[in-house]
T-cell receptor
């Protein structure tokens, strides 16, 4: 079947690092995307991986291993504004069709 | 450059009624997708449109339908509303359809539908 799994919630302290893991089993693969969603707002794009390896974008990095069906999002130097839901999404065999994980709620504490 | 615009932002309807939601993609984007977001199910794919053609449909009943116009604007319609249709409906637009590229989907603010 098709599945995208990520932890439900993670808590970390301001200034710390948090790693959100995502495992997936999907038919077709055209990239793995990470989105951030604050409560009541639209998801906003954070990062994208289509080849194996690490992509770094400022405080955020994302890693992909296609053979393992595994990705992670690394958030460094956490700030209070990083408290949000982080969504792992796989673009399948159709350009506009994403399959999303349930989201990981990250809570940043002072 | 304007983002993805969805109207209306909030809507309250009664069971049995029908509703039409609208999405205007980013200028130049021809791919539009719709998603339903609920606390229990997360983001679920509804449909994908490109050049006025439905390219893909998710596992939703026939009460959910959509269309795309020549200017890439899209509408989705839900007929015979049920309480379980209460959700945030999100529209996403992308520039490409196929080919090489990391074109992400840009989401609108969504339409919050409440069925009473």
């Amino acid at each position: 079947g098709q599945n995208i799994d990520q932890p439900t919630e993670m808590t970390a302290t301001e200034g710390a690092i948090v790693q959100i893991n995502c495992t997936y089993q999907t038919s077709g693969f055209n990239g793995l995307f990470w989105y951030q969603q604050h409560a009541g707002e639209a998801p906003t794009f954070l990062s994208y991986n289509v080849l194996d390896g690490l992509e770094e974008k400022g405080r955020f990095s994302s890693f992909l291993s296609r053979s393992k069906g595994y990705s992670y999002l690394l958030l460094k130097e956490l700030q209070m504004k990083d408290s949000a839901s982080y969504l792992c999404a796989v673009r399948g065999d159709s350009w506009g069709k994403f399959q999303f994980g349930a989201g990981t709620q990250v809570v940043v504490t002072p | 450059k304007a983002g993805v615009t969805q109207t209306p932002r909030y809507l309250i309807k009664t069971r049995g009624q029908q509703v039409t939601l609208s999405c205007s993609p980013i200028s130049g984007h021809r791919s539009v997708s719709w998603y339903q977001q609920t606390p229990g199910q997360g983001l679920q794919f509804l449909f994908e449109y490109f050049s006025e053609t439905q390219r893909n449909k998710g596992n939703f009943p026939g009460r959910f339908s959509g269309r795309q116009f020549s200017n890439s604007r899209s509408e989705m319609n839900v007929s015979t509303l049920e309480l379980g249709d209460s959700a945030l409906y999100l529209c996403a637009s992308s520039r490409h359809q196929g080919g090489v590229g990391n074109t992400e989907a840009f989401f609108g603010q969504g339409t919050r539908l409440t069925v009473v």
